[in-house]
């Protein structure tokens, strides 16, 4: 099994919404639609000539000047022949739902928790999604990048302490 | 052979008055230079400045010279909270309620640049400063402070203690200040 032929694969099953495969780099990586992202996870993990049965990895990510700012990326592991694929698929600000992985991954649960924590991302079908990390009192998303990451109300950087 | 004293310092009576087979002071004295003698600290210790309150209480430089001998993991026997490290803003409640338990009268240490005002750690999870969320007497600067500055700030907290007028804990600014904390 190589790139060529998981691409091919997931081209047959899901033609238009793969949008992007690049074989380049360190490992297969493949941008989906946000709808059928589970659905992809799970023909990933399912599929016997697949069986990319681990997820290492579930992050979020912002790009602030991109059209679909907000993303989500995907790692997953085929213990059996060691190979790895990175999956990620990317939603607006205004509406940032993306499909749970929980019902594939019961490790899911907690990193959906975490990106939900720090970028907003909404996860449909998450049977939990609450703040895991931050305080529950937080009104923000800290890793988005249109807020500071500074603490606004710390006093001892003004200007007038640096006679500025 | 070769005979060297060690020099060391007797604890100072307080001020009064004293007659042959008499001595007269008042008792807020006599109480605070007993509690100063014996304050027993609760170490809350998240980081590195924890790691140096180790050497502070290891037989190099010895809290225990101090009368500190004993730490108290409880905070219903302690007397001093010695808050050393960042503390995140989801331990904020903790560090309160940690201090709520601890009986009167008690004091409160800030070793360190985070625990005195958030340190390096600028940023949208730390809690800048502990004084946030508890009274602090004595700030000790430092990233870590060396065990000398932890000693320093420990005797600084022992002049406080032995000044302390009997009275205080019970005055109307005393009830008003902790309230200004969210602490009743």
Same mark, same amino acid.
């Given at each position: 099994m190589d790139n060529v032929y998981i691409t091919d694969r997931l081209k047959k099953t899901f033609t238009h919404d793969i949008l992007e495969t690049d074989a380049g780099g360190d490992m297969l990586t493949v941008i989906v639609t946000a709808p059928v992202i589970a659905e992809v996870i799970r023909f990933l993990k399912e599929e016997p000539d697949l069986g990319f049965v681990f997820l290492t990895d579930l992050c979020g990510i912002h790009y602030p000047d991109r059209g679909l700012p907000l993303g989500v990326v995907y790692h997953l592991h085929n213990l059996g022949e060691n190979i790895r694929i990175r999956v990620k698929t990317f939603v607006t600000l205004a509406d940032p739902r993306v499909p749970s992985v929980t019902g594939l991954f019961s490790t899911a649960n907690w990193m959906e928790r975490e990106t939900y924590d720090f970028y907003g991302i909404l996860f449909e079908g998450h049977p939990n999604l609450k703040r895991i990390l931050?305080?529950?009192? @937080?009104? !923000? !998303?800290? @890793?988005? &990048?249109?807020?500071? @990451?500074?603490?606004?109300?710390?006093?001892? &950087?003004?200007?007038r302490h640096f006679g500025r | 052979m070769n005979t060297t004293t060690i020099p060391y310092t007797k604890t100072e009576p307080p001020e009064g008055y004293s007659a042959p087979g008499l001595f007269a002071t008042t008792l807020d004295r006599v109480v605070g230079m007993a509690r100063k003698n014996s304050l027993w600290p609760l170490p809350f210790a998240t980081s590195c400045c924890g790691i140096e309150f180790m050497a502070t209480m290891g037989a190099n430089y010895d809290l225990g010279r101090f009368g500190a001998e004993r730490l108290s993991f409880s905070p219903r026997q302690a007397d001093l909270l010695m808050v050393m490290g960042t503390i995140a803003k989801k331990m904020a409640p903790v560090i309160q309620q940690v201090y709520i338990q601890m009986a009167e009268p008690r004091w409160v240490l800030a070793v360190g640049a985070c625990a005195s005002s958030g340190g390096i750690f600028d940023t949208y999870s730390v809690l800048q400063g502990i004084d946030r969320v508890v009274p602090v007497d004595v700030y000790v600067p430092g990233c870590p402070p060396r065990p000398e500055q932890i000693l320093a700030g420990f005797m600084k907290i022992q002049e406080m203690v032995a000044d302390e007028p009997l009275r205080r804990r019970y005055s109307p600014e005393y009830r008003e200040m902790l309230a200004g904390y969210g602490i009743v």
């Open positions: 931050n305080v529950e009192y @937080l009104d !923000f !998303f800290p @890793l988005r &990048k249109e807020y500071p @990451l500074e603490d606004p109300t710390r006093e001892d &950087k003004q200007d | -």
